[in-house]
């Protein structure tokens, strides 16, 4: 649990989110904001070490009043009501709603989830309920709720408006053809679809990334088959339920008149097709627009990520050994080496651990580079070793970037990096004894934190954890799954 | 200790210069009653003099640190030794370790660090730098005991050097918490840090970090000694 003494409660949404367009945005190079603003005799926000463990992103801004947030987002109130109840990421099974209710109460975490699936089934609105639950209850470590983003995501709430006449035409069907159950059990169902659609459009970054990667493919079941079979499934199954409607529907229904009330459904359905359909289409053309958009934005995410590691810093490098020729001839041409690399044989720069297979090798390369360059030591301390795969080259690029950072802005003359291999994920801990920041106070758009680190991380389902306070150093702690499937993720990232 | 209180050092390197640096930035707090820069010479003036604490280069012309322990400790167990190198290979480490050092630290450390392991060794306590946390960690991998931690006992206390092969199956594992000590001195936590961090006193952290000492010189644990046998140790 955060603490919550002398920290206010703070939306972090970004400001491009709240104009409505997602694009991030590149405005500083600038790493590492090492601030000062916890003044020496006052009790600090945030406590080293375990107390102000801080997950990005989290912009709440220490030093502006509470009121001038909770006027702008109205999802605070209902924040403000919940605010000891945190959706579990640890347990989660679909959205860690019912985690965050055992915890809030103390009634046995399994029990919940049965009692919410057999509600969900008898009644149907259980199932709303745990939709609304997800939009309104934060993460845990997340400051805000996808409410408070979701309110200003003005094409998500126009794609639920969209639903509605589904969810009229179902009411019309039921109520023609008398099966209450289905209208009693069918529109909070959709209702919930539609709030789905909410809540994967506005989750915060590492909950979108497992909703893609874990989520998805289990809804998908069995996703690993192929295509074909598949389709045969679907159709088998369609074509099953399809039949079972009409034998349902002639025997319920012996004498044919009655059959004229469902010409009339469909008569009705006929015409809010023809009425709302261009409008569907062109719902889901933006849709498809805005997915292009997005990916362009990735990617444009992800060039902004290498410039900044590789161009910025050999430039801020070559600035500070302005007087060694020798030097700066050295890291121009190292520089032109990786950005040729990058334009003509399409090897990232910023990338330094290509040459390494195992992960140890790669921490080698990582300690040597930042020795020579930066010119502090870097104590490292390896447990285990494994092949370095996709994900963990990531994870040794945004450790790279810890200790750049601590070098570059900490003012301590050792860093330590503590990497272990555990099972199912790989640890790693980048520590120095500087001048510590107040993580709270990093605006949450710094390149260094927010794209060389966190959403690098986050790309492959890691996670990032900051632990500092001014004056008492920093310890970045990054831990990325050793999953098989990292592959697929690539993929879809350099599509 | 001599009357002042100051334990009484005595330095094993073969470089002059690391020798004169060593006690420039020990200064007063120490008294250094002898230098040697070999293994027979250290081996006799060690025996003769009875200091608190000895420095001791692994890496020591004549056989290493590791023959200096095997001339000493026999004779004289309450002598204390604390290793110093500058490769930091695990098989240095480990030998001079399970010959019966009581600490062991890389020479990059600082004055007033290096101070503070001398003092802690002479209290009889273990002194382990980020990289022996991280190879015992390494050496005892996948293996968690589940049994009561071996500190409600009292563990630690001077070890002789090749103590008696105990069939002690907790001698084989790491206690979690144990675990979770020497996790946070191989991320660079101090003994302070880490008391702070898991809300323990910075004894009971030393008494953890001793009972693992003790383990590593006296298990005969399967995993440690294949992996010892794989580093060329045993």
Known sequence: MRPQEGAPIAPGVPIEAAQGTRWPSYRHPRSWHYSHWDQPGQPSTTQFPSSSTTQFPSSSTAQSPPWANGRRFHGRRMHHHLRGMHRTSETRV??????????????DVTLLRIGFVLA??????????????????????????????????????????????????????VSVLHIGFIGFFGWPVLLAVGLTILIWRNASEPERVWIDHDLVPMLSMGSEGSGRWKLILRVSAGALLAAG????????????????????????????????????????????????????????TQMAAHVHDSVLQTLALIQRSADDPQNVVRLARAQERELRGWLFEGRPPGTFSEDAVMLGEGVGLLQHKIEADHGITVQVVLVGDCPLTDALRALLDAAREATVNAAKWSGAPQVSLYAEVEAHAVMLYVRDRGVGFDPDAVPADRQGIAQSIRARMARYGGKVVIRSSPGDGTEVEMSMPRSTNSSTTTSTISS | MTESGRPRIFLVEDHAVFRAGVRAELGNAVDVVGEADEVAAAVELINERIPDVVLLDVHLPGGGGQAVLHGVLPHHPEVQFLALSVSDAPEDVIA????????????????????????????????FSPRLAGFVLDAFAHSTAIGPDPIAEGGGGP???????????????????EREVLRLIARGYTYKEVARDLSISAKTVESHVSSVLRKLQLSTRHQLTRWATDRRLV
Not at chain 1, 95 to 107: D, E, F, L, R, Y
Not at chain 1, 124 to 134: D, H, N, R
Not at chain 1, 264 to 289: C, E, N, T
Not at chain 2, 96 to 120: F, M, P
Request: charged residues 15%; hydrophobic residues 50%; glycine residues 12%.
């Open chain 1, 120 to 173: 969900g089934l008898a009644m149907g609105f259980p199932v709303l309920v745990y939709a609304v639950a997800w939009m309104v209850v934060p993460m845990d470590q997340e400051t805000t709720n996808i409410f408070s983003r979701a309110i200003n995501d003005r094409r998500g709430i126009r794609l639920v408006v969209a639903l509605i006449p589904v969810v009229v035409i179902t009411q019309i069907f």
């Open chain 2, 159 to 177: 070890v002789g050097a090749g103590g008696s092969a105990g069939l002690d199956p907790e001698l084989d594992q790491l206690s979690p918490r």
């Open chain 1, 94 to 107: 679909l959205a860690g709603v019912c985690g965050g209710m055992s915890k809030a109460t103390g009634i």
């Open chain 2, 96 to 127: 001079v370790i399970r010959a019966g050092a009581r600490g062991y630290i890389t020479k990059t450390i600082s004055g007033g660090e290096l101070l503070q392991a001398v003092y802690r060794v002479a209290a009889g306590d273990a002194v």
């Open chain 1, 245 to 300: 409607g009409g034998v349902v529907l002639i025997m319920g229904h012996t004498s044919t008149a009655a059959l004229r009330p469902l010409a009339g459904v469909v008569l009705v359905i006929g015409a809010i097709v023809v009425i709302f359909g261009p409008w569907w289409l062109s719902l889901v053309r933006d849709l498809m627009s805005e997915r292009q958009a997005r990916a362009l934005a990735e990617e444009r």
